[in-house]
């Protein structure tokens, strides 16, 4: 068997691994980035760019219904499936052409265009991809897995047969069906459920426990499923669900939130029930590595450093933060502690921050009202409605609500979860200055335009000073001396 030895290896080329690849390239030329799929990013290929891509002229069709409110005539819009699917393909493979550019400028002799397994904790099986001439294995001083995630798909849903799809395959449509069952109601499913809606496919979306797009606080989570059911078909709980085939129909019989029996047929399921991490394909079990209840290596999420020191993770494969940019920040990180290992160097994490492109947006940033309960973090909180916003109500999206969470005593916010218009931009507002460790008196002598959204998110910071028992409105100072007046 031919061996080849390196310094670095990256199992993976992905967001994690090419942002891995880059900092591992300063240090050193004895690098080997192994890919076995294609190139192009989960993002670029069947994810955060071809899902907007849908977004897109889904919006911009429903807003044709609010128009007459406006006082303007218009008609519902006439859908061209082919030509919407025409456009999210096209621009899918532009994104993901500017992704393979990037891996062509890499220096080819570090690509290995194949498979990989652990053979022992420094060595590696290869199994070449058709085609690609590479050597059978790979010893390395350090390892960075990246190897990214897959769909998972529950076996109860597996009778649909050739009709069941993930939402990878939605974006190879060449035209919008009549009617799809989406199950899962986490980002993905709720953003492609509405989007599919709204562009004149028959929908209903099946959740479990009543969870929608992984908001933890009940009051925005009931929000949120009033919103989304006043629009379109959901079931946050469906139970006895059976799916069956009859013919080239998906029957899914099903019992509803109300307790109704009910039995519909569509034309596609579309399984939406969260990623699995492909580390169970790379046997682990030959490494030594301590893994967890999932099968995931344990690491320090601030070297991304598991317990077979010289092994590192980093990206969808780690199943700890399933973000683009998340991605890239552990894949950097990585990277950088694998090139220099065995020093290490420990960095902080940014905010958290998720967004669910539904409309309105669902989002959160930084800790969440489920972990703060269980973390037993004495907080208050703050609120505002956006039904009587202003500016949302002049343009017709006044809809949502927003929750803010604050430590008593120090004032200092510590999250939020919202669901209401452009709520992207709060979002991002609020994960700066929580990263920044600021107090919820500090973020409102912070300038607030009028009219604007934002207003909304200044009316939640006054609630939330009240509920800390600081007064709607942060003491004046005097900018000598600094004493409140």
Known sequence: MTLRSVDVAIIGAGTAGMVAYRQVRKLTDRIALIEGGPFGTTCARVGCMPSKLLIAPAEARHRLQVLPEFGIGVGEGAVDGSTVMRRVRAERDRFVGFVEDAVNGFDQAHIVRAHAAFEDAHTLRLTAVEGASQ??????????????????????????????????????WQDLPGSVAVFGIGAIGVELGQALHRLGVR??????????????????????????????????????????RDGEAVVVDFVDDAGTARSERFEWLLAATGRTSNVDRLALERTGLKLDQRGVPVFDPLTMQTSEKHIFIAGDSAADRPILHEAADEGHLAGHNAARFPEVFRHARRTPLGIAFSNPQIAFAGRRYAQLVADRIDFAIGEVSFVDQGRSRVMLVNQGLLRIY?????????????????????????????????????????????????????TALRHLNEALGMGPHPPLRCIDCGAGA
């Open 406 to 458: 604050a430590e008593k005593g120090s004032g200092l916010l510590l999250g939020a979860e919202m669901i209401g218009p452009d709520n992207e931009h709060i979002a991002h507002l609020l994960a700066w200055v929580i990263q920044l460790r600021k107090t919820v008196g500090e973020v409102l002598e912070l300038p607030f335009y009028h009219p604007v959204i934002e207003e909304g998110l200044r």
């Open 203 to 244: 929908v209903r979306l099946f959740g479990r426990g009543g969870g929608i797009a992984g908001l933890s606080d009940p009051e925005v989570r009931a929000c949120a499923a009033r919103t989304i059911a006043a629009e379109m078909p959901v079931s946050l709980d469906a139970r006895d669900v059976r799916v069956a």
């Open 135 to 172: 050597v059978d294995r790979i010893k390395a001083g350090r390892i960075v897995i990246a190897s990214g995630s897959r769909p998972t798909i529950p076996s109860s849903l597996k009778p649909a047969g050739d009709r069941l799809i993930v939402n990878d395959d939605v974006f190879n």
